[in-house]
């Protein structure tokens, strides 16, 4: 058995070893907790251990958790990185300090205008279907071009791009192809990895990775 606690330590290590080998500094490198489906209790114990950035995909269930969460701790970041409906956009918008999912003008639009109404003002990271993969959310490449533009030109923060790579393929060359993607577009961050691919994220690049499963569940 081990706690969340030394999980976390485990794979900080893990992630800063990635860094070392690809020699980059690892304090570029954010750690975003993803828990969704975990209770307030186990989010405490890793806030207890110094976790400060956690990951939501669902509203619904981040507005369950976490306006007492985050009255309690202060500094604590919530990031979206979930798929988003227009019709959530105000909650979103003051729930979230980032989110990881914008992949269309409209939703842009809604959360200029939202953000407006609640005087925030999240940083966004434009999702790409890097696959191209049909039931995926994010853009497709082609579109890329056009929403960074966009971001650029509203009052919003343009953190950089973030994928998901296809199920049960090598993400490396996805990885890499984001990469390619915002070095094209003069794009500083990728918001790549996951419990299962973070450190090869690390070493292409990645600047923030999620991770759910390799830290709440014990294996
Ligand atoms: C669930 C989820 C993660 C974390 O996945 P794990 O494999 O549990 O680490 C990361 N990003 C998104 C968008 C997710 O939905």
């Known amino acids: 058995m081990s706690s969340a606690a030394q999980r976390r330590e485990r794979i900080l290590a893990r992630i800063a070893h990635a860094a070392t080998l690809a020699r980059r500094d690892s304090s570029d490198l954010q750690l975003i907790a993803v828990s969704k489906g975990r209770s307030a209790d186990e989010i405490e114990a890793l806030i207890s251990a110094g976790q400060r950035d956690f990951g939501e995909n669902r509203v619904q269930e981040a507005l369950e958790k976490w306006p007492a969460l985050l009255t309690r701790h202060p500094g604590v970041r919530l990031h979206g990185i979930g798929r988003l409906q ?75 791009l973030m994928a998901i790579p296809p199920v049960g393929l090598e993400p490396a060359p996805y990885f890499a192809l984001l990469g390619k993607l915002a070095r094209r577009h003069d794009v500083a961050g990728l918001s790549i990895g996951m419990s299962s691919d973070f450190e090869t994220a690390v070493m292409l690049g990645a600047t923030a990775v999620r991770i759910g499963t390799a830290l709440f569940d014990d294996e």
């Open 86 to 160: 227009s019709n959530k956009v105000l909650e979103a918008v003051k729930l979230f300090t980032s989110i990881h999912s914008l992949d269309r003008r409209s939703l842009l639009d809604a959360l200029v205008k939202e953000g407006e109404k609640a005087g925030r003002t999240p940083a966004v990271y434009v999702q790409v279907n890097i696959g191209g993969e049909e039931q995926k959310g994010g853009c497709a490449i082609g579109e890329v071009d056009m929403l960074v533009e966009a971001v650029r030109a509203s009052p919003l923060h343009l953190a950089g």
